[in-house]
């Protein structure tokens, strides 16, 4: 089993930043892709942002330029910055981590962390 843990939610102003981050842990062989998708109420879960293992990156749409995912390989640990916070931004932060537990293509992992809630409000 896959552990996410995945701190940084919580209240922030229109227009500030936050900073989130997700560590993986477990019997993990490799990663493929690290990021972070949203559900608001009454919304579909969309995307946030992703990074595979070779550093490319997906940004949903409703993210544009205000953010920015990176990751630590070594640490099994993904971020993401968003700046410019909007109210509409405020959603569960679900943290996402597909990869391989062994070397066989047949034993892959798609690991969802428990969510934390961001709010953006004054």
């Known amino acids: 089993q896959v552990q996410l843990v995945e701190p940084g939610g919580g209240l922030v102003q229109p227009g500030g930043s936050l900073r989130l981050s997700c560590e993986a842990s477990?019997?993990?062989?490799?990663?493929?892709?690290m990021g972070w998708y949203r559900q608001a109420p009454g919304r579909q879960r969309e995307l946030v942002a992703t990074?595979?293992?070779?550093?490319?990156?997906n940004y949903g749409d409703s993210v544009g330029g205000r953010g920015t995912i990176s990751r630590d390989n070594s640490k099994k640990t993904v971020y993401l910055q968003m700046d410019s916070l909007k109210p509409e931004d405020t959603a569960v932060y679900y943290c996402n981590v597909r990869g391989y537990y062994s070397v066989s293509s047949f034993d892959s992992f798609d690991a969802w962390g428990r969510g934390t809630q961001v709010t953006v409000s004054s």
């Open positions: 477990g019997s993990i062989f490799t990663i493929v892709a």
């Open positions: 990074i595979n293992s070779g550093g490319a990156t």
